[in-house]
């Protein structure tokens, strides 16, 4: 904090572990190193960072469960005060001592991986009722949604002719 003060400006460029990420989001197998660039700018009592993140997601396909990657960029901003009076919900209070981003650039992250990944836009996902990726292999089963109300009369109808 010393030098962001001295100078007024800092870039810093770094390389991070964001392991919670995957622990936490079902659909994520894994995250790659993240990539940091961020530029601080000092005014007194505030800090201004922003920035851009860089990193590969592996995801787990929300339709066939299949396992694939995608690159992630995410932009960062925030801001900080050395000035606990001036703290607000979107200026966190810092004082004078070494500025952690890390739950910033996790919350950078969160709000930057897809919600519901999909392998590629045409996934059929697996079958409902036997469970063979439908990518893969047509499996042949009946699919057609039945009525809950109607499904008691199911096993009326045989496939044997009536009895």
């Known amino acids: 904090m010393e030098r962001l003060k001295e100078e007024g400006e800092l870039d810093l460029a770094e390389i991070v572990s ?4 995957a622990r936490e989001v079902v659909d994520i197998e894994s995250l790659d190193d993240v990539n940091v660039r961020l530029h601080a700018t000092y005014h007194h009592p505030y800090v201004v960072v922003r920035g851009e993140l860089d990193t590969v997601v592996h995801y787990v396909c929300a339709r066939c469960l299949a396992e694939f990657a995608r690159p992630l960029s995410a932009p960062f901003h925030e801001r900080y ?5 001036k703290a607000e919900d979107e200026v966190r209070f810092v004082g004078d001592e070494m500025v952690d981003v890390t739950p910033e650039l996790e919350q950078a992250i969160f709000l ?14 697996l079958c409902p009722v036997c469970g063979r990726d439908r ?3 047509a499996c042949g089963c009946d699919v057609r949604p039945i009525d809950p109300r ?10 044997h002719g009536s009895e």
């Open 81 to 85: 005060t050395t000035d606990e009076h």
């Open 150 to 159: 109607l499904e008691a009369l199911k096993g009326l109808l045989s496939d």
């Open 135 to 137: 990518n893969v292999e």
């Open 112 to 125: 930057a991986i897809d919600n519901r990944p999909l392998c590629k836009e045409t996934c059929q996902g």
């Open 18 to 21: 964001l392991p919670r990420i």
